[in-house]
């Protein structure tokens, strides 16, 4: 599989893999691969044949998800179209991924405005459009959840960075926001620090899907 600079492979022998520069991801142990959205066009193209690279790597038993999330990305179709023909059966987010995608264009400025006018603001602002792109997101991947029996097909929602030495208010966030998402496929991502691991436990019990995160 071309890397995003077109050189090398990725050698499903090998459990883990590292790149290291500006689209750095990885293969765990269950055979995930992380790729941005900038790699993942370096890598397709239409005059691609049938069996693209993405395809050949999802047939070797592979997981390929996005480490991207954007408005423009859904209501474009690209996201739709990346599920139907290259193979992408998962996606994670993070509070810098919708940074980048909320101050990089126009696409969220009449929401904001809105939310802003009926007194939504800071944080509760930020994860009211989060939840948003992430239920249709959850909904366009469902289908890759069911086929698989909950084994791919997920998105994910990190809780506040600012929590990861509370347990107790990340445990509590982790439930709200899984419960206002209100998708089954959606992860709840958690930093595995000393105090989220009692809350990682807890989120599990209570039923809350955890993506442990740095």
Not at 136 to 165: C, I, M, Q
Request: aromatic share 8%; with cysteine.
């Amino acid at each position: 599989v071309p890397s995003c600079t077109g050189k090398g492979v990725v050698d499903p022998a090998f459990a883990t893999w590292h790149r290291r520069g500006r689209h750095a991801r990885h293969v765990d142990v269950r055979g995930r691969i992380e790729l941005d959205y900038d790699c993942l066009s370096a890598a397709i193209s239409p005059g691609d044949p049938p069996m693209n690279a993405t395809a050949q790597l999802h047939a070797l038993g592979q997981s390929l998800w996005l480490d991207n999330i954007t408005r423009d990305l859904l209501e474009s179709g690209t996201l739709a179209r990346y599920i139907a023909e290259w193979s992408v059966t998962g996606l994670t987010s993070n509070p810098t991924i919708f940074d980048h995608a909320i101050k990089g264009g126009d696409d969220y400025d009449a929401a904001i405005r809105s939310k802003l006018k009926a007194g939504t603001s800071g944080e509760a602002l930020f994860f009211e459009l989060a939840i948003e792109d992430l239920r249709r997101a959850a909904d366009l991947f469902r289908p890759v959840h069911v086929r698989t029996n909950g084994v791919d097909g997920w998105v994910s929602l990190e809780v506040s960075p600012l929590l990861a030495y509370d347990t107790q208010t990340t445990l509590a966030c982790a439930k709200d926001l899984h419960a206002r998402a209100g998708r089954p496929n959606l992860f709840i991502k958690i930093p595995g620090t000393k105090e989220g691991l009692p809350a990682i436990e807890e989120a599990i019990f209570a039923g809350v899907p955890v993506n442990v995160t740095l």
